[in-house]
Every structure is written in structure tokens, then in C-alpha cells.
């Protein structure tokens, strides 16, 4: 079973930078999509960053473009969103989220709402201005 825990959340001014973690408890690794959601305060979930553990193919939300990098490291099974000059608009609970990908096609990795994903807990960032 797949079990996903986040981690790295928490209070920053704005400008400031964090990096969260997400840590897969997973049997193949290398054949997931790993994503971050987000939800803010009263508004509908969405994709801020997906990422493939194939071939580390990418796929960013418009919001966050130039500003969060999503990366891997596989040995550890681990997933991290670093956030570069957060703004108060980006406090919200994100979420690690995973979803098989036997395919191995990186480019069928996208933020797709529609993707039976399998959610982590979450983790709350709040940017103050």
C-alpha cells in the first residue's frame, strides 16, 4: 500500500523561501508521477508541480513558473518542492500526491485533476506580508 508523508511546512514572510518534502513509501519508486497540490483558504484544490520518477520529466503550474522547482531523489524515495519568493496568495495546505505509472512515459505526468491519485496528509504554509 501506497503511503505518502509530508513534511517542511510551516510560517514565512514574504520573499522568504521553504522546501517541502514528500517521502513514498512505495515498491517501485521509478514508476510513479509524484505531485504537489494545494489548497488555499476556502478555494478549490490545485496543481502547483508534478514531477515523473522515470525520467524526471516536469510539469509546473502557471502560477508558480520560475519561482518553485520540483525535484527527486530515488534512493531515498523522497520528492521536494523548493518555493522561492513566496507570497501571502500561496499560503495554503499542499499535498503530495502519487499515482502508478506502469507506462514509464514521462509525459503522461501532467497536474490532471482526474488522475486517481493517492494523497499524502498535507502540509500548512502560510506566507505573512
Known amino acids: 500500500q501506497v503511503r505518502l508523508v509530508e513534511s517542511g511546512g510551516g510560517s514565512v514572510q514574504a520573499g522568504g523561501s521553504l522546501r517541502l518534502s514528500c517521502s513514498a513509501s512505495?515498491?517501485?519508486?521509478?514508476?510513479?508521477?509524484m505531485a504537489w497540490f494545494r489548497q488555499p483558504p476556502g478555494r478549490e484544490r490545485e496543481g502547483v508541480a508534478s514531477?515523473?520518477?522515470?525520467?524526471?520529466?516536469?510539469v509546473y503550474g502557471d502560477p508558480v513558473k520560475g519561482r518553485f522547482t520540483v525535484s527527486q531523489d530515488n534512493a531515498k524515495q523522497t520528492v521536494y518542492l523548493q518555493m522561492n519568493s513566496l507570497q501571502p496568495e500561496n499560503t495554503a495546505m499542499y499535498y503530495c500526491?502519487?499515482?502508478?505509472?506502469?507506462?514509464?512515459?514521462?509525459?503522461?505526468?501532467?497536474?490532471?485533476?482526474?488522475?486517481?491519485?493517492?494523497w499524502g496528509q498535507g502540509t500548512q504554509v502560510t506566507v505573512s506580508s
Open positions: 500526491a502519487a499515482v502508478y505509472n506502469p507506462s514509464r512515459d514521462g509525459n503522461r505526468c501532467t497536474l490532471s485533476k482526474r488522475e486517481p491519485y493517492i
Open positions: 512505495v515498491v517501485t519508486f521509478s514508476s510513479y508521477c
Open positions: 514531477i515523473s520518477t522515470t525520467d524526471g520529466t516536469t
